[in-house]
């Protein structure tokens, strides 16, 4: 255990100083430092929406609302007179889309399948249809000069603490018992899980890192609109998370650079884009149902994939 940690830790560090140095002398230039950001702020929503969908064998497409959530806490709050610090928006704007969570989740959650996919993902367009309705929040326009309140390293950082944050859960009791509602719902209830509770959480966790997501957004690229944050957005999330595979956070991440990088390819083609999107979900579906890695994790000290299918 504590080799794997030393291992984990020296790849995290290693990775941040090559990448801190080739943006020091130019080689990562202004556009692949977006890209870069991207990715970090994909594999934060991935992560987080398998914590739902992967760990917990629910069916949230709700995802984007969540994100709007943050992103316009933020917005709001450093372009106030007396503006907020930074990073203090971001765990604000997790906690509200935390509530927010919360609040949706309690009722749906009882939902199972076709019919909470549907209750989520009227959510998320109730939520940017308000925003786009409040004059305040720049309506359909937006908002625009938000300050910028993060860089590289603040990214990095992060997108860091998301994965070890969601990771340690699905490793703990909670992440147990998320997992025994995935394979079996009724059998845990049997076994004296309180499956609407575990449910609720995860739900709840997965809404506060899609609005920490949805802040880091707004403060990195200066200008957010409702559009921004549609049915659209939720589908590219799951995408990526189903590519991945349900279950596995290594999936989502390599899933994440991969999609954000052909997205990046096809930004001059977004119809070849959204076509190829629905090939990469029909080809899974057809050849690998699991997603490229099923339920299974890389482990860096072997570079093989560890556990079974399950997750145990």
């Not at 939902?111 to 959510?123: E, K, Q, S, V």
């Not at 609005?211 to 549609?230: K, T, W």
């Amino acid at each position: 255990m504590k080799k794997r940690l030393l291992v984990y830790s020296a790849f995290v560090v290693v990775l941040y100083l090559v990448i801190t140095f080739l943006i020091k002398i130019g080689i990562i230039d202004d556009y692949i430092k977006l890209n870069l950001f991207l990715i970090m702020l994909n594999i934060i929503l991935a992560v987080s929406l398998n914590l739902i969908n992967g760990i917990t064998g629910q069916f949230s497409l709700g995802h984007a609302g969540f994100m709007a959530i943050g992103a316009y806490t933020t917005a709001v709050l450093t372009t106030l007179e007396k503006p907020v610090p930074f990073y203090l928006t971001v765990l604000i704007g997790g906690l509200f889309a935390m509530i927010c969570g919360f609040i949706i989740g309690l009722p749906v959650l009882r939902l199972r399948g076709d019919y909470l996919a549907i209750a989520t993902l009227g959510f998320g367009e109730i939520i940017r249809v308000i925003i786009q309705n409040i004059d305040y929040l720049g309506g359909a326009s937006g908002i625009s000069d938000i300050p910028q309140g993060i860089d590289w390293t603040g990214y990095f950082v992060t997108t860091v603490l998301s994965v070890v944050v969601i990771l340690n859960i699905i490793n703990s009791s909670f992440g147990r018992a998320m997992i025994a509602i995935r394979e079996d719902e009724i059998a845990a209830e049997a076994m004296g899980i309180n499956t609407t509770l575990y449910k609720v959480l995860a739900f709840m966790i997965g809404a506060f890192f899609a609005g920490v997501a949805g802040s880091i957004y707004s403060g990195s690229f200066g200008f957010i609109q409702p559009d921004m944050f549609n049915f659209f957005k939720s589908i590219d999330i799951l995408v990526i998370v189903v590519l991945g595979g349900l279950g596995s956070v290594s999936g989502s991440i390599i899933s994440a650079i991969v999609l954000t990088i052909i997205s990046a390819l096809l930004q001059d083609y977004p119809a070849v884009r959204m076509v190829l999107y629905s090939l990469i979900l029909i080809i899974i579906m057809l050849f690998r149902p699991q997603g490229l890695m099923g339920t299974k994790e890389i482990r860096l000290s072997k570079l093989i994939p560890i556990g079974g299918e399950k997750n145990a």
